[in-house]
């Protein structure tokens, strides 16, 4: 009999990301918050960019919206979520800013049947390439994760919960994320039932097919005022046995297949020549959003 909650009925997670706090969408941070409060998920999965820059302020606001939530929540560390100013932080104290939430930040959370387990692509320097908002799953960060899931009881299904696609090179050969490939096949390797990641700022629900079996790679668009070609929002993932159903939540109403995209685009600006990927629903921003 497939179990999922302690009632053995299915269970339900929200996917969150890219919610840029210093360039927040408090309407859809808002509508969010009243589901989490009125659906009370199983688990609240945030895949990273919690804030623009790193800044002190943009920190105390994210730790505060996530403290509030009433859930059991997992953090990832997203590349914007390093100190950029400020060299020696980003260098020795990289994760100091997490303070107020570090219990949360990459903590792995046990649910009935389930584990979601984190996986770091977030680094803060790259020898291989400037600048570093890309992502690299190093040999220690995979290590990581292979060593929590190997862990976990026999039987237990996985999600992996990591900031950046795993893509490793688009379709020109352009460098994505280092070592996504061969973490690709790990994972599925091991079985996992699918990996949630952030950072582009679309929704996508996608099967990779790796030499180890296909694996699921779900991502979640942003809740933030950066959009790229698809209004805010978040993934309701429902688990029903071995069945992980996806759906792009939002305030617009947008059915799912018009919001997801169908390839990983190299970052989250808009897109702006014919062969980036665009989403059915083409949200696109006139201009690009400003950065500052
Ligand atoms: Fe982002
Ligand atoms: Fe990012």
């Known amino acids: ?96 800013r997490f303070k107020a939430i570090e219990k949360l930040v990459e903590t792995q959370l046990d649910l009935p049947n389930l584990a979601i387990v984190p996986l770091r692509t977030t680094t803060r320097a790259q020898w291989q390439r400037f600048p570093w908002s890309n992502g690299w799953v190093t040999e220690r960060a995979l290590g990581h994760t292979l060593e929590a899931i190997d862990a976990l009881p026999a039987g237990t299904r996985v999600l992996v919960a990591a900031h950046h696609p795993l893509t490793e090179r688009r379709a020109d050969g352009k460098l994505l994320t280092i070592n996504g490939t061969r973490t690709m096949e790990v994972l599925a390797g091991r079985k996992v039932m699918g990996i949630m990641t952030g950072h582009v700022h679309d929704p996508f629900d996608m099967v990779q097919q790796t030499p180890a079996g296909p694996l699921r790679m779900i991502g979640a668009g942003t809740l933030s005022l950066r959009i790229r070609s698809t209004p805010p929002s978040f993934n309701e993932i429902v688990i029903d046995g071995d069945e992980v159903k996806v759906t792009a939540r939002n305030l617009e109403q947008v059915p799912t297949p018009a919001m997801q995209i169908d390839r990983i685009p190299e970052n989250a600006l808009p897109p702006r020549s014919p062969e980036e990927p665009v989403s059915p629903v083409a949200t696109v921003p006139p201009v690009d959003p400003p950065v500052h």
């Open 1 to 96: 009999m497939p179990s999922g909650s302690p009632s053995g009925g299915p269970l339900r997670l929200f996917h969150l990301s890219d919610i840029h706090f210093g360039l927040e969408d408090r309407r859809a941070l808002d509508w969010v918050k009243d589901c989490i409060e009125r659906e009370r998920p199983h688990a609240v999965a945030i895949t990273g960019d919690l804030t623009m820059r790193a800044r002190h302020p943009e920190f105390r606001a994210a730790c505060e919206w996530i403290q509030a939530l009433d859930v059991p929540v997992t953090v990832e560390v997203g590349n914007h979520d390093i100190p950029y100013f400020n060299l020696y932080a980003r260098f020795f104290a990289p994760y100091a």
